[in-house]
């Protein structure tokens, strides 16, 4: 298909449904009679123009706007102006409130591996008597820290928004990279929904896999979440979690359950501590439900970082839920500085690099993160969803 032929098919469709709907007393920009037609006819015509990219270019990322061209039709005009369009435009609300992140302290490292070690002493009291009886060995146990490798590529054909209803999204640059679709799809949607994608899919439950060359891989391989941190860290026998039994389903036996968790998986020398218990949002209902009920009150919620509660029986313990640990029966807590996000390039995750190609906009950004627990023995967990 030639699409200059094309192109002046569409234009000479749209002039000509103009005229005959002017000289048969109907207003060209107001639907109705000839003119009706001859946006049909426009619209069938930006169907077959030919967007496509040229054989051998990388294949675009889609900007679906076969809707828009179906119920407003193919052509633009200024009526409303480019402000009134954009008020008009709602973009998707996405969730980026990390409420889960805030519980690990966010450490800047120019480094992709960190190399931790974590240490301990055994007994070394021992009965006097005059003979020198050494007792008492250092033991110093690796426990590396990874950072994944994570990016955004995106390319766009912002041509294709030309002749639609959002057109001012193109506007009339000759160069892509800028025109008003820039700015709008970095700061409105990719940045946003990157946030999102790492909070729902890797902050918890992310599990690693090297993508297949030359292919997108899903965003739940990006990088290992806390979820299968603690599993690694259980299969190599540096965390020792608590035989708790299957989580209950009642209210006061939720509570009762991690009420006990407090005495039989935190070690006394820890127990004055300030530790948060993290499990799923609909265990921390359940549980909050149960301690309003055993002690017929709804004790104090503090607002620290979101609803969070003290544990009755020793109030600097607290327990607190997660939309992003959905579905796990785990409940896991440590010391405050104990649990990290490493990051390096954090600051690339807002901002993204911006090239062009002839008429394909390309933007794409990269940084590194990765979860770490410094201390394994300081981690404090049930034994449920290991596996």
């Known amino acids: ?41 426009v619209s069938a015509a930006f169907c077959a123009f030919d967007l496509s990219l040229p054989a051998g270019m990388a294949m675009a990322s889609v900007i679906d706007v076969s809707d828009l061209v179906t119920e407003y039709n193919a052509y633009y005009n200024l009526a409303p102006d480019a402000a009134e369009r954009r008020r008009r435009l709602k973009d998707n609300l996405y969730n980026t409130k990390g409420r889960f992140d805030s519980y690990f302290m ?72 800028e025109c008003p679709f820039v ?44 979820r299968k941190v ?25 509570y009762q359950y991690i009420d006990q968790m407090v005495y039989d998986a935190i070690p006394e020398q820890y127990r004055d501590a300030d ?33 969070v509660l003290r ?7 607290k327990f607190a839920g997660f939309s992003e640990m959905e579905g796990s029966t785990m409940i896991f807590g440590t010391l405050k500085d104990n649990a990290m996000k490493l990051n390096k390039g954090s600051a690339k995750k807002e901002i993204m690099k911006v090239e062009t190609m002839k008429r394909e906009l390309f933007l794409f950004t990269d940084f590194h993160s990765g979860y770490h627990f410094a201390d394994p023995t300081q981690i404090f967990m049930n034994n449920q969803d290991l596996s």
Do not use: C
């Open 1 to 41: 298909m030639n699409p200059i032929r094309t192109l002046f098919a569409i234009v000479s469709t749209f002039v000509l449904g103009a005229l005959v709907a002017t000289a048969t007393g109907l207003d060209p920009i107001t639907t109705g009679g000839t003119l009706a037609a001859a946006r049909a006819s």
């Open 106 to 177: 966010e450490v800047e490292t120019d480094s992709t591996r960190e190399d931790w070690t974590y240490s301990e002493n055994s007994e070394v009291l021992q009965p006097y008597q005059t003979a020198f009886t050494s007792k008492g060995n250092l033991t110093l146990k690796p426990n590396p820290a990874v950072l994944f490798w994570a990016k955004y590529d995106i390319s766009h054909v912002p041509d294709h928004l030309v002749l639609t209803y959002h057109s001012w999204l193109r506007g009339n640059n000759l160069s892509v990279d």
């Open 183 to 226: 700015e709008y799809v970095i700061m409105n949607h990719i940045i946003p929904r990157g946030h999102q994608d790492w909070k729902t899919k890797v902050s918890f439950k992310g599990v690693y896999a090297a993508p297949s060359a030359g292919t997108a891989g899903a965003a739940e391989t990006t990088a290992n979440g806390v």
């Open 230 to 254: 603690l599993r690694d860290m259980n299969t190599a026998g540096m965390v020792t979690p608590t035989a708790m039994g299957a989580l209950p389903t009642d209210p006061v036996e939720v």
């Open 275 to 307: 530790i948060t218990f993290m499990m799923a949002e609909e265990v921390f209902r359940l549980a909050a439900d149960g301690l309003g009920e055993k002690h017929n009150k709804f004790y104090e919620r503090t607002k620290e970082t979101g609803d």
């Open 311 to 317: 544990v009755f029986s020793k109030p600097n313990i």
